[in-house]
Antibody
């Protein structure tokens, strides 16, 4: 069974850093297209970042230069390093695996809450 | 620019049918999309991938009550025999190289 489980969220002050993890089972992270998606309180879904199976990475303009997506094949885990955090980064962050024919999100995690506040 | 447009809200009665719409921006009318459901206080769940010709493939365990269709730049999610647990937010999603895009979501109320 395909499963992804996020962790690492918490309360952090503006300007701080946090690393989110997404532990995968039932598939190989390095062979998949993997994404981070966030949802601010009471708002819709916002795509954040994508890593291809080739290792190419992509970011939404709102996080470019501050966030870094990566993966560890030995741990079958996806990461999101978030630096220079802002109040507007407060959201539930979801990890999502794309389908084998790529493009659409087929498997979602339950999310981890990041709160940026002083 | 690739944009998906959804109505903010919709409502229908228990046992009835409802058709939710997602509209692709100009120049992108042949794009496939996906539909996702988000029940209150839960993470999103993949419902289906929907092509421009109306062909759709559903996720594991998605009931037959959920179907999709297409017309031009519009993509539809049809839910028949509405049940209380169908009350949720519904998002359409599409993609190009290096970018993933969500619609603003439609909040469905089951009366």
């Amino acid at each position: 069974e395909v499963q992804v489980v996020e962790s690492g969220g918490g309360l952090i002050q503006p300007g701080g850093s946090l690393r989110l993890s997404c532990a995968a089972s039932g598939f190989t992270v390095s062979s998949s297209y993997m994404n981070w998606v966030r949802q601010a309180p009471g708002k819709g879904l916002e795509w954040v970042s994508l890593i291809y199976n080739s290792g190419s990475t992509y970011y939404a303009d709102s996080v470019k230069g501050r966030f870094t997506i990566s993966r560890d094949s030995s741990k079958n885990t996806l990461y999101l390093q978030m630096n220079s955090l802002r109040v507007e980064d407060t959201a539930v962050y979801y990890c999502a695996r794309e389908s084998d024919d790529f493009g659409h999100f087929q498997h979602w995690g339950q999310g981890t809450l990041v709160t940026v506040s002083s | 620019q690739l944009v998906l447009t959804q109505s903010p809200s919709a409502s229908a009665s228990l046992g009835a049918s409802v058709k939710l719409t997602c509209t692709l921006s100009s120049g992108h009318s042949n794009y496939a999309i996906a539909w996702h459901q988000q029940q209150p206080e839960k993470g999103p769940r993949y419902l289906m991938k929907l092509n421009s010709d109306g062909y759709h493939t559903k996720g594991d365990g998605i009931p037959d009550r959920f179907s999709g269709s297409s017309s031009g730049a519009e993509r539809y999610l049809i839910i028949s025999s509405l049940q209380s647990e169908d009350e949720a937010d519904y998002y359409c999603q599409t993609w190009v190289t290096g970018i993933r895009v969500f619609g603003g979501g439609t909040k469905l109320t089951v009366l």
